[in-house]
C-alpha cells in the first residue's frame, strides 16, 4: 500500500448542541488543521500515488467552501452538530466526489433513444477518462472495454447471479416507465423497453453467460495484468468490501 498526504486548514465558527459540549455550546471559533490521505495499492504507471499538487489543490478547493464561515448558519449541519468528525467525514465525502463518475449511458443516447456517431461517442468517453483526478466508468460498452482497462487500475465486476440481474432490470424498468423518469436529460423509459425483445431483461438473458465468458477472457489478457480486479458473485460480498474500504 502507497500513500501520499497533504495538508492544509479552515478557520471557522460554530456552536455544538448538547451538555456533553460545555462552553462550547456558545458560538466560538475554531481552527483546524486537516491531513488528506490518498492511498493506492500500486503506483500508476507514472510512479506516482496521485499528483501532489492536484492533491493539494483538490483539498484547498474543499475547504475554501468551509473556510471563514458560520457553520451554524449552514444548511448541511442543519440536523447535525458541526463536530470534528462530522467535518472530517464531509471533507473526506467532498474529496470523493472530485473522482469523474463516467456514465457511459449518459454519453451514448440522444434525444429520443438515437444513437449517436461512433467516433463522436468515443471522443467523449477519452475525454471524460482523462480527467486528472481520477475517474469511475459505469457502463458495459464491451467495444471500449479494451481502451478503458488499459487507462484503468481498477475493475469492480458485478458478476452476479442471472435472476438478480433479472430482477433488477426489470424492476427498474416497470418505476422508470410508470413514473416517466427523465433519463439523462433526454430521455423516458417505455412500456416497449420493459417487457419483449427489445427489453433489458431480454438482453440480460440473451448475453448473460456470453459476456461473463468474455470478460473472464478479457481480465485474463496480459496485456492487463495490471489491473486490480474484485469479482463479486453477490450482493452481499460486494457491499461486504464496500464497508470495509
Not at 467525514?89 to 463518475?101: F, I, N, P, Q, Y
Request: aromatic share 8%; with cysteine.
Amino acid at each position: 500500500m502507497f500513500s501520499v498526504t497533504v495538508r492544509d486548514h479552515m478557520m471557522i465558527a460554530h456552536s455544538l448542541r448538547g451538555d456533553v459540549f460545555g462552553p462550547a455550546q456558545q458560538l466560538h471559533g475554531a481552527t483546524y488543521v486537516v491531513d488528506a490521505t490518498f492511498r493506492r495499492d500500486t503506483l500508476d504507471a507514472d510512479g506516482i500515488v496521485i499528483d501532489i499538487g492536484i492533491a493539494t489543490e483538490a483539498l484547498r478547493d474543499v475547504l475554501g467552501e468551509l473556510n471563514y464561515r458560520n457553520l451554524d448558519d449552514a444548511p448541511e449541519f442543519a440536523d447535525t452538530n458541526s463536530s470534528t468528525e462530522v467535518l472530517a467525514k464531509l471533507v473526506a465525502d467532498r474529496l470523493a466526489e472530485r473522482v469523474t463518475h463516467v456514465e457511459l449511458d449518459a454519453l451514448f443516447w440522444l434525444p429520443d433513444w438515437q444513437e449517436p456517431d461512433e467516433a463522436e461517442f468515443r471522443t467523449k468517453v477519452g475525454a471524460a477518462v482523462d480527467a486528472p483526478d481520477g475517474w469511475i466508468v459505469d457502463g458495459n460498452y464491451s467495444r471500449l472495454m479494451p481502451d478503458i482497462l488499459a487507462r484503468a487500475d481498477t475493475v469492480v465486476w458485478l458478476d452476479l447471479p442471472m435472476r438478480t440481474c433479472l430482477w433488477r432490470v426489470t424492476s427498474r424498468a416497470v418505476a422508470r416507465a410508470r413514473d416517466h423518469e427523465l433519463l439523462w436529460g433526454t430521455n423516458r423509459e417505455r412500456w416497449s423497453q420493459v417487457i419483449g425483445r427489445h427489453s433489458l431483461a431480454w438482453w440480460v438473458i440473451t448475453t448473460h453467460g456470453r459476456r461473463r465468458r468474455e470478460t473472464e477472457a478479457r481480465l485474463a489478457d496480459p496485456a492487463f495484468g495490471h489491473l486490480r480486479v474484485r469479482r463479486f458473485r453477490s450482493t452481499a460480498a460486494a457491499e461486504a468490501w464496500l464497508d470495509s474500504a
